[in-house]
């Protein structure tokens, strides 16, 4: 059997992954606040553990794996969403997964065996945070229970830092119901509108690290091999996870798998830098949730990884050659030299290169072993089709009103030039498309078009040199 072994953020050590004495490998993934649509960098995450999840079901059996990933749905970000927009907490939360699971499905990303959400699991957290107060690591202030920081043994072992670092580097809330700055919350208060559970501590609402280890406890026991989620996590949330759940006893995770963040075109993806966009917003512009995936794995899970065009250009073309050399064919056994990729750590960009090289030599094996990550899975292939001006092949909703009003109408002005034998013209439309990822195909009668990746600002862009095109050949409408 492959042995998979993963590097340990905890002892900074490659660790293999064993089976516990029952034979089972129990898997617990940070999962979404729910109070707004996936971002790309919540994304990631999604398909960095959907690809660890997929491994381990092939070489374990997926009888043997438990993958239980959360969703938070209590938040201080979901009560100002609800405040905001007059909606209630339960609606706002509810659309959010749904557009979660969506978003995900679209990437390939498989559901895992457990999702579970916090307000199921309040009972379970005020069972925890009642052994923290008995074990004396907890206190009671004010209607808070807080959890004491300098009474936890090793605590910051996790992210390698001393108590007064953190309180340097992190911004620690004082409070005057705090011992100390460090020491974080398991119960606040909930006041007028605020969502509250009665509690013996008062009617309040738990904090956020307490509901994964407790939904980790409920559903892995106290004891299980791996825990996973992005950088941003390790402190101080991951540390708070490993805290509450050491002090009841529990040994928690064996192995501690973080990746690393995302960017985009080489910088941090920021509102601000106005270069923040959602998994729906790419969608929505025509890029394939396949391509999406594709480029995600082109970078190692352990790397800061950065979206961008030419990547995405790259994955499509790939995607495609794949797509045409396994048509009509039948999977037939994995590629060992992708299992060994991939149980190297996850190495995902070492395993789309052995694909590559199956891709000229075993269709097959290329598309057995493909579809282990995820990739070239039937129900992911639906974008596989081209537009043509004034009729569509295809799905005509996968059409947006961008590509009708500008790419069609660019297309038939291009098609127009030419006929007319104004072939500068022709050819300045040809080029700017393709600079956005549009690419035309022309027969005898017709020009067709296939969207590569379509450029991020080419709505933007477009409609302005139409209306130059229009002008310089006299067709203005
Ligand atoms: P959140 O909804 O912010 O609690 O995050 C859900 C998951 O997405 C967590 O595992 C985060 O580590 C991960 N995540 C958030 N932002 C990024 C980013 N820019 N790059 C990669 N992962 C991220
Ligand atoms: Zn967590």
């Not at 969502?195 to 738990?206: A, C, K, L, V, Y």
């Not at 959602?278 to 800061?304: A, C, H, N, Q, W």
Request: one cysteine or more; glycine letters at 8%; charged letters at 25%.
């Amino acid at each position: 059997m492959t042995e998979i072994s993963l590097h340990d953020s905890m002892s900074r050590r490659r660790r293999p992954v064993r089976r516990d004495a029952t034979g089972r490998v129990g898997m617990y993934v940070c999962g979404p606040t729910v109070y707004d649509r996936a971002h790309l960098g919540n994304a990631r995450s999604a398909v960095v553990f959907d690809v660890l999840f997929r491994l381990l079901r092939h070489v374990h059996g997926a009888a043997n794996v438990l993958y239980v990933r959360n969703i938070t749905d209590i938040d201080d970000k979901i009560n100002a969403r609800a405040a905001e927009t007059g909606r209630s907490i339960g609606d706002i939360t509810a659309e959010t997964t749904a557009w979660y699971e969506e978003d995900m499905a679209q990437l390939g990303v498989l559901v895992p065996n457990k999702v579970p959400r916090a307000t199921d699991h309040i009972a379970e957290m005020q069972t925890m945070i009642a052994t923290l107060i008995a074990e004396d690591i907890a206190y009671v202030a004010e209607g808070h229970v807080l959890f004491e920081v300098r009474r936890a043994e090793g605590y910051g072992a996790l992210s390698r830092r001393s108590l007064d670092d953190m309180i340097a580097g992190a911004r620690v809330e004082v409070a005057p119901w705090k011992r100390d700055p460090m020491d974080f919350v398991l119960w606040k208060p909930s006041t007028g509108g605020e969502p509250g559970w009665d509690s013996p501590w008062g009617r309040g609402r738990p904090g956020w690290h307490i509901e994964c280890s407790a939904m980790a406890e409920r559903y892995l026991g106290s004891q299980f091999q791996i825990h996973g989620g992005g950088l941003d996590l390790q402190f101080p949330h991951h540390e708070n996870e490993i805290a509450q759940s050491t002090a009841c006893g529990h040994a928690f995770a064996e192995i501690w798998v973080h990746h690393e963040m995302l960017q985009v075109e080489g910088r941090k993806m920021s509102k601000s830098l106005g270069n923040f966009f959602t998994v729906r917003d790419l969608l929505d512009r025509g890029v394939p949730g396949e391509v999406i995936r594709f480029v995600f794995l082109m970078t190692r899970y352990s790397k800061p990884m950065d979206w961008t065009e030419a990547k995405a250009h790259e994955a499509e073309t790939t995607l495609r050659r794949w797509r045409a050399v396994t048509k009509g064919i039948e999977p037939s056994a994995t590629a060992a030299a992708v299992t060994e990729a991939l149980a190297d750590d996850l190495n995902t960009p070492a395993a789309l290169g052995i694909l590559r090289r199956l891709a000229r030599e075993d269709p097959g094996a290329l598309l057995a072993s493909a579809q282990l990550i995820g990739l070239l899975e039937p129900e992911l292939g639906d974008w596989e089709w081209e537009v043509g001006p004034g009729h569509l092949i295809g799905r005509p909703t996968d059409v947006t009103d961008f590509e009708k009003d500008v790419v069609h109408r660019l297309v038939d002005l291009r098609f127009q030039a030419k006929r007319d034998k104004n072939f500068a013209v022709a050819d300045e439309i040809r080029a700017k498309l393709l600079e956005h990822g549009i690419s035309i195909k022309d027969t005898k009668d017709e020009s067709t078009w296939h969207r590569q990746t379509i450029s991020l600002n080419a709505e933007e862009e477009l409609p302005e040199f139409m209306a130059s095109i229009e002008e310089k050949l006299g067709r203005a409408q």
